[in-house]
């Protein structure tokens, strides 16, 4: 499956838009909603600095939305099924108009959804000038099928993430073998095409309400620069 505009096939998840309350799958989560952890979201404000508004166009419960507003960012949040946080009812792949000028989510994965994403969302930020982040699992960067799609259209960054768990609606005790191993990266796309890809390492444990109080502590007693 090609990650790039193109007409669409039969059965793909860009043409048919869900209903809150979908599966993909018997052990896959309702909604495809794995949420993720602050710490991952606040590795990925460390390397990236964004001007301008940001859309999180699947925003659960506002994990990352959360995360982005703190850091100062105004945020649009939509998602399509209502968690009680931002817009619901609203199907990203079923949108025609930008919300916002970048694009920053964790994005349902099963049955092509993440691919049916990132179609939508570059063919968004291509318009508005904008950056989209993702958080990918980062075996899906290796695909035969997306072999392509990446070498034509490489992120301009990924950031690797040493440790991150999105568990089922967020729950441990609802992790599957597959959620406890997998492994992830922020895939990031400038609205200009890149024509190489930058790799960095970040660490999760460093963002950790621990760690930051610890080194907010270090800081005022002024062991930190
Ligand atoms: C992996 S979860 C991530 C939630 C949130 N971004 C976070 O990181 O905490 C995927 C989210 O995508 C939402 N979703 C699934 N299909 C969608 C669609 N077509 N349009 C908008 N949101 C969708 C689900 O309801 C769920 O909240």
Redesign the pocket.
Known sequence: MSLLPEPLGQGQAQTS??R?G?RVGPFRAE??????PAPATRALLAHLTLEGAIW?????????AKELARAGYDVVA????D?GYGTPC?????QHLPRAKHIV?????GDG?ADAFIRKGLSFTERTGGTMAY?LNLASLCHPDRHGSFVRRPPSLVILLDECH?FPNGKPQQATRWSRTHKYCWAVWDATPATTTELRWASTAEFTDVAIAKRNAQLKKGNLR
Not at 31 to 36: L, S
Not at 105 to 109: D, E, V
């Open positions: 838009p869900r809150a979908f909604n495809e909603y794995y949420p993720t999180e166009p699947a925003c659960g419960e506002g994990w990352i939509t998602d399509i099924a968690y609203v199907d990203f792949l079923d989510t964790n994005p349902p994965y959804l958080l999105c």
